[in-house]
Nanobody
Framework: VQLQASGGGLVQPGGSLRLSCAAS????????MGWYRQAPGKQRELVAV???????NYADSVKGRFTIARDNAKNTVYLQMNSLKPEDTAVYYC??????????????WGQGTKLTVSS
């Protein structure tokens, strides 16, 4: 399974950006989709996850500012980021768990997309 993430860039504080991550390959079904981030010198941390039923969970630091969504028909997960802060600067990684057409479970990571929030 391959994940293609896009949408990162340079944004001013208070700005908005949307990240996308599309999964492709021999996928039977996708269960959990999520976004993680890793800032320089820090460990990778969970940003937001969404289940197959649509239930979501967010890191406290992004609640009320970020929204995760998924398009099951396109095997794509999105992260809408509003009211961005300099501390949101990081490389953002998508993560997808699911079942292959061979009925084996899989878990894949995207290549990372960099977000810089700076004036």
């Amino acid at each position: 399974v391959q994940l293609q993430a896009s949408g990162g860039g340079l944004v001013q504080p208070g700005g908005s950006l949307r990240l996308s991550c599309a999964a492709s390959g021999s996928i039977f079904s996708i269960t959990r989709m999520g976004w993680y981030r890793q800032a320089p010198g820090k460990q990778r941390e969970l940003v937001a996850v969404i289940s197959s039923s649509g239930s979501t969970n967010y890191a406290d630091s992004v609640k009320g500012r970020f929204t995760i969504a998924r398009d099951n028909a396109k095997n794509t997960v999105y992260l809408q980021m509003n009211s961005l802060k300099p501390e949101d600067t990081a490389v953002y990684y998508c993560n997808v768990d699911g079942i292959l057409i061979t009925h084996r479970a899989f878990g894949s990571w995207g290549q990372g997309t960099k977000l810089t929030v700076s004036s």
